[in-house]
């Protein structure tokens, strides 16, 4: 079973920054993209970076501000927040994507983690 545990959610003032780590423990699975999205109460969850190979994508919202970044060889994936804003506060969650053993395509979630942005 794939199982992906993800530390480093907090409470911070306005401006500050975080770093959130995502470690992926795997078995007979090969991940090709790792992602964050977070969710706030009474919201959607939403794809805020992900990263496949050399290749990042991030939601216009923090462009600029976040960077996400990956260990391959540990299947570790890292986001790094600064210049938070009040409207980051939110849940976030880890994704992995790739295939298992028969080649089918899998999907999997982290447990999230709580970032907090005081103003």
């Known amino acids: 079973q794939v199982q992906l545990v993800e530390s480093g959610g907090g409470l911070v003032q306005a401006g500050g920054s975080l770093r959130l780590s995502c470690t992926a423990s795997?078995?007979?699975?090969?991940?090709?993209?790792m992602g964050w999205y977070r969710q706030a109460p009474g919201k959607q969850r939403d794809m805020v970076a992900r990263?496949?190979?050399?290749?990042?994508n991030y939601a216009d919202s923090v462009k600029g501000r976040f960077t996400i970044s990956r260990d391959n060889a540990k299947n570790t994936a890292y986001l790094q927040m600064n210049s938070l804003k009040p409207e980051d506060t939110a849940v976030y969650y880890c994704?992995?994507?790739?295939?298992?053993?028969?080649?089918?395509?899998?999907?999997?979630w982290g447990q999230g983690t709580q970032v907090t942005v005081s103003s």
């Open positions: 994704n992995a994507k790739g295939l298992d053993s028969f080649r089918t395509r899998r999907n999997y």
């Open positions: 795997v078995s007979g699975f090969v991940i090709d993209t």
């Open positions: 990263i496949n190979g050399g290749n990042t």
